[in-house]
């Protein structure tokens, strides 16, 4: 997860924090949150969206990309990662 919390702009670059575990954040003061395929990896998904969720501010976005699937994939594909993505 990447931040860029108001009045921090001296900072250089995003934060980021492993996702496997409580953002160090408070609630209600991240402006929006973004994830490029980093979900999928967790085990813990329902937590992670929930910590996600908690450091927004009301109105705050959320943006993420990931791998779904509307149906149980077979072994086979689930341990083949070129069928993954292209």
């Known amino acids: 997860m990447g931040t860029d ?3 921090s702009r001296q900072r250089r670059g995003p934060r ?7 953002i160090p954040i ?3 003061t991240v402006d ?6 980093v979900i999928n990896l967790s085990f ?3 937590k992670v969206v929930e910590e996600l969720y908690r450091v927004l ?3 705050g976005r959320l943006s993420f990309t990931d ?15 070129k069928l993954w993505a292209s």
Do not use: E, T
């Not at 779904?68 to 086979?76: I, N, Y």
């Open 5 to 7: 919390r108001a009045g």
């Open 16 to 22: 980021r924090y492993h996702l496997g575990v409580g």
């Open 26 to 28: 408070d609630d209600g």
């Open 32 to 37: 929006v949150a973004i994830s490029n395929g």
């Open 44 to 46: 813990k998904k329902r």
């Open 57 to 59: 501010k009301p109105g």
């Open 67 to 81: 791998i779904v699937s509307a149906k149980q994939l077979s072994q086979s594909i689930v341990n083949d990662p």
